[in-house]
């Protein structure tokens, strides 16, 4: 399985982004668990900003709390943040984390990934 990441960019203070991930490529059946949306902006940590488990339960980091939103489509193996009124502190390289049950023929392999990170910036 793999993740890939998409929707980064630039925008002004204020303004919205939808950043997606979708799970795929396993030549199995595969089932995602929590997934989740991570940031590090430079010379800072990782931090994680939102996860959303299997059956949609949710959590954010306090400084995105009433302005961010993290969903996900099940069916689709896919998990979205969408971002409003961005801030400049919001600047950063956001990846997707995820964590997966793999059922392979010779048994179920359960393992973790990263997509690439997208960049996102907030300036004026």
């Known amino acids: 399985v793999q993740l890939q990441a998409s929707g980064g960019g630039s925008v002004q203070p204020g303004g919205s982004l939808r950043l997606s991930c979708a799970a795929g490529?396993?030549?199995?059946?595969?089932?995602?668990?929590?997934m989740g949306w991570y940031r590090q902006a430079p010379g800072k940590q990782r931090e994680l900003v939102a996860s959303i488990s299997n059956g949609g339960m949710t959590n954010y980091v306090d400084s995105v709390k009433g302005r961010f939103t993290i969903s996900r489509d099940n069916a689709k193996h896919t998990v979205y943040l969408q971002m409003n009124d961005l801030k400049p502190e919001d600047t950063a390289v956001y990846y997707c984390n995820a964590d997966w049950l793999d059922f392979q023929p010779m048994g179920t392999v359960a393992a973790r990934g990263w997509g690439q990170g997208t960049q996102v910036t907030v300036s004026s």
């Open positions: 490529g396993s030549a199995y059946k595969f089932r995602v668990n929590d």
